[in-house]
């Protein structure tokens, strides 16, 4: 069965230093997410990113988060300048979603654990 | 705003026997869905189900069962005759159609933790 691969599975990674998380959503999706889930705490919702562009952003997701898609295969998210706060279980999703039916299931990654020092 | 609410932080039974997990919500979208992910302790998020607003029938799937009552705004899961495997947190989340189209979020409770002891 097709799945979102996340790479690295754990990475850490010094203060003010910049990140780029990696995920390669499954192949015929369209719609692509990232989320985040602070250790203990609930899954928050980061971003979205469809044809090319962000469709929605949390506050989170402030001037320090940027995403990419730079080919049809991977979609980054980097963090510019990590904070300690930034430490959490980051996880990508995708789904198929056509216009008709954009709510179809997320698909989740198996997260990659950020840990800044 | 939209907002889920998992009042059961943790919950501990004997297996076999039966669980419920309960799940609120809030939303003014007349027009949304439900859903419920398992988080194992390997730490992945595993779709369970996707329920929309417009069909309140309630749902089974193995030993897996879904209430849903839009008269409470609740969509409840029990799992039936519970095993140690079904240990995890499992969260509810919410999403709503967006007219103008667009890719929306999820937004999720903070989830219970189920733990079956044998």
């Known amino acids: 069965e097709p799945e979102v691969t996340q790479t690295p599975s754990h990475q850490v990674t010094q203060m003010g230093q910049e990140v780029i998380l990696r995920c390669v959503p499954i192949?015929?999706?369209?719609?692509f997410y990232w989320y985040r889930q602070i250790l203990g705490q609930k899954v928050e919702f980061l971003v979205s990113?469809?044809?090319?562009?962000?469709?929605?952003k949390s506050e989170i997701f402030d001037d320090q988060f940027s995403v990419e898609r730079p080919d049809g295969s991977n979609f980054t998210l980097k963090i510019r300048s990590t904070k300690l706060e930034d430490s959490a279980m980051y996880f990508c999703?995708?789904?198929?979603?056509?216009?008709?039916?954009?709510?179809?299931?997320?698909?989740f990654g198996n997260g990659t654990r950020l840990t800044v020092t | 705003a939209q907002k889920v609410t998992q009042a059961q932080t943790e919950i501990s039974v004997v297996e076999k026997e039966d669980v419920t997990l309960d799940c609120v919500y809030e939303t003014r979208d007349t027009t949304y869905y439900l859903f419920w992910y398992k988080q194992p302790p390997s730490g992945e998020l595993v779709f369970l189900i996707r329920r929309n607003s417009f069909d309140e029938q309630n749902e089974i799937s193995g030993r897996y069962s879904w209430n849903f009552q839009k008269s409470t705004s609740s969509f409840n899961f029990t799992i039936t005759a519970s095993q140690v495997v079904d240990s995890a947190v499992y969260f509810c989340?919410?999403?709503?159609?967006?007219?103008?189209?667009?890719?929306?979020?999820?937004?999720f409770g903070k989830g219970t933790h189920l733990i079956i002891q044998p």
């Open positions: 989340a919410l999403s709503f159609l967006y007219s103008g189209g667009g890719a929306d979020g999820l937004t």
């Open positions: 999703a995708s789904s198929a979603g056509d216009p008709s039916s954009y709510n179809s299931p997320l698909h």
């Open positions: 990113f469809y044809n090319n562009e962000i469709s929605e």
């Open positions: 192949s015929n999706h369209l719609y």
